[in-house]
C-alpha cells in the first residue's frame, strides 16, 4: 500500500465517522475541493505538508492525532509510482 492510498482511507474513515462529505471537508478545512478530489482519487502523488496539515485542522485534529492510526504507524509504503523518477 501506498502512502496516498493509507492517506485516502484515513480521510474517508474520518469522513464516514463524523458523517461529513469530502465537499464539506474542503470548506471546513480550506483546501479546495479539487484537491480533496485528487487525493481520493490518487491523483496526487503526495500531498504536501501543509495541507494534510489543513486537513486534520478541518476534522479538528493536530497533524499527530491526524496521522495517528494503526495503518500509518504499523504500515510499511510502496514508492507512490507519482515520485519513483525523484
Known amino acids: 500500500m501506498t502512502y496516498c492510498e493509507v492517506l485516502k482511507m484515513r480521510i474517508a474513515e474520518l ?3 463524523r458523517n461529513i462529505t469530502p465537499n464539506a471537508l474542503a470548506k471546513m478545512s480550506g483546501v479546495p475541493q479539487g484537491t480533496i478530489s485528487d487525493i481520493m482519487t490518487l491523483r496526487i502523488g503526495s500531498p504536501e505538508f501543509r495541507t494534510v496539515n489543513k486537513i486534520a ?3 479538528c485534529m493536530t497533524v499527530s ?3 495517528d492510526f494503526p ?3 504499523e ?3 510502496e514508492e507512490d509510482e507519482k515520485n519513483e523518477d525523484e
Do not use: I, S
Open 65 to 67: 492525532q491526524f496521522l
Open 57 to 59: 485542522r478541518g476534522f
Open 75 to 77: 504500515g510499511e509504503f
Open 71 to 73: 495503518e500509518m504507524n
Open 15 to 17: 469522513c464516514r465517522k
